[in-house]
């Protein structure tokens, strides 16, 4: 037996719905809508036609237009360079707190040692274990140690936004 149907308010099939039903409930929800306010040379580029001449808008810019007519984020002229940025140079990798770069080391490495001690030396004595482990450790500690110990650093009143 087949499943009813659901049915509208005329006791019609949703798919059997005249086409002037279908065209009268369009028409109410593009009353709906309100008032589009269309622009003439919008309308002109929706019809396909080209437009009469230059856009008002945009008359007074000195920048190529799109190519399809419109402008976009990269529809510009580029200015001008003012003057020539030189960024400083970088501090050389080494010139770091010898303690701080090894507690890094031992914080980041030990872990990734451990990983590797698994997978390619299953059967690692427990001495290479509790070495790693204590690397761990002791690079955390460091870096622990290492935390600034008061709050103002640059100076009294500072409260550390920038701006």
Same mark, same amino acid.
């Given at each position: 037996? +087949? *499943? @009813?149907?659901?049915? #509208?308010?005329?006791?019609? %099939? ?6 002037? !039903?279908?065209? /009268? ?23 396909? +036609? *080209? @437009?009469?001449?230059? #856009?008002?808008?945009?008359? %007074? ?6 190519? !399809?007519?419109? /402008? ?25 707190? @010898? ?65």
């Amino acid at each position: 037996m +087949a *499943e @009813p149907r659901d049915r #509208d308010a005329e006791g019609r %099939d949703p798919e059997h719905r005249d086409r002037e !039903d279908f065209d /009268r409930q369009w028409q109410e929800i593009v009353a709906g809508l309100g008032p589009l306010d269309v622009s003439a040379r919008d309308a002109e580029r929706m019809a396909g +036609a *080209e @437009p009469a001449g230059p #856009d008002p808008a945009t008359a %007074d810019r000195d920048e190529a237009p799109a190519p !399809d007519g419109g /402008r976009g984020p990269r529809d510009y002229a580029v200015d001008e360079d003012d003057g020539d940025f030189v960024p400083p140079e970088p501090p050389a990798l080494g010139s770091g707190n @010898p303690a701080i770069v090894l507690s890094m080391i031992g914080v980041a490495g030990a872990p990734a040692g451990l990983l590797l001690t698994a997978i390619f030396w299953p059967a690692a004595p427990g001495v290479v274990l509790a070495v790693l482990v204590a690397a761990f450790m002791a690079g955390a500690v460091g870096l622990f140690f290492a935390l600034p110990r008061d709050a103002d650093r640059d100076g009294p009143g500072d409260d550390g936004a920038r701006v």
